[in-house]
Every structure is written in structure tokens, then in C-alpha cells.
């Protein structure tokens, strides 16, 4: 899963990581997802507060693995399905990136009873900062060594000066899959005010990834 997995955490108290931390973080890395794991159908629900889709990607079948099931509740005309373009296949959920767990500044956030919040801030592809205003956080269930949530957000920022955010958020909900073997991403929530090279940009998006099936 190509995706960075980040919060805003605003300010706190910044705790090294202790050795039952990092014996924590090796068993949540143990857990999630890989590349091996993207031969998984599974399906997906968007709402962008326009239209809602839900499409079923499937690559045993050979060809387009993208199927159109349902659009704004209705199913598709036939028309409509032929003529469906897939879309990326960039993010499966059940490859789930936990890169940020190898940030030089990880540490902890806050220990809950049944948690553990780690903080730190997130880099681009280049292993550069992403800006000062953009922090990032993940949360590990301590009974399984399960990651449960991640987040990447940040308010007010310019990058390359021509890219300027007004706020930038993107959240995901994870947990492990049976049926898969590994944690994978159940939801997805994207919001984004902001412009590059003085076009608008303006997106809410909301995924959800079900229906797993690794056979």
C-alpha cells in the first residue's frame, strides 16, 4: 500500500521509544500486509458527497479485475459496466506501507490502556520533511500488536511554491483479516482545500475495503 501514514498530533510531551516499544513496533510490522497480498479481490465503496461507487477488484478472472457493481444505489446499465474505467491500482489495502515505523524521530505520543500512539514527522519520497506544519501519528492496538489507525495532516502550508494548503487530511482505519492473514486498510477518509499553480483544489473522499477474498 503505497499511502503515508500520518496525523496532527499538535503539541505534547515527545516520549523516547522504550526497548518494550520497539519489541512492539517489530510485531506490527510482522502483521501487515505485503505486495504478495495485492492477488486479493476485494471490494470498494466510494463517496466523494457527489456519487457514490462500489466496484469489485478481482484479478483471477483475467483482463479488466475491475468490475462496476453500483452507482448512487442503482446497479449499472450495461453500457455503463463495459465502459467502466478502472482505477488505479496503486493503494490495495491489503499492502499496507508501515515505512514511517523506520522515522528517525518516532516516538510516543500517549499511552492509552489499550494502546499505544506514535508520533513523527513525515517525509516525502526523497526523504525530505513534508513541512514543519505536518505531522503524523499511528495507532497500535498493545493486546495483538495490531496498527488501527493512521493519519497524515497539516494546516496552512506551502510546498515548491507553487502548491499552498489550506488543510490537508488523510485518516485510515485498519485491522487484521482473516481471510487474508494480515492487517489491511478497512477505510479511508481524504480531505483537501488548497491549489497548485493557482488551480483550485478541493477534495472529500470517503473508501471502504471489504469483502476479502484471497483464494
Known sequence: MVLLFMAASGWSYAEPL????????DRVRAKVGSMEHETCAYTVSSDNGQTTTRVRFDPSGGGNPWQ??????KPPERAEAEDFEAPS???????????????KD??????DPDSVIFGFSPRDASGDLIHKSVSGELSVRRADAVLISTLIAGANFRRAVVMKMRDFRIQTMLDYDPEVGAVVMQTMDMAMQGSVALKK????????????DCS
Open 201 to 212: 483544489i478541493e477534495v472529500v473522499l470517503h473508501l471502504d475495503f471489504g469483502d476479502f
Open 68 to 73: 462496476l457493481l453500483e452507482q448512487d444505489g
Open 89 to 103: 491500482q496503486a493503494s490495495h489495502p491489503a499492502n499496507v506501507d508501515v515505512s514511517s515505523l523506520d522515522s
Open 18 to 25: 522504550s526497548v518494550e516499544d520497539r519489541a512492539l513496533i
Open 106 to 111: 518516532l516516538h510516543v505520543i500517549r499511552r
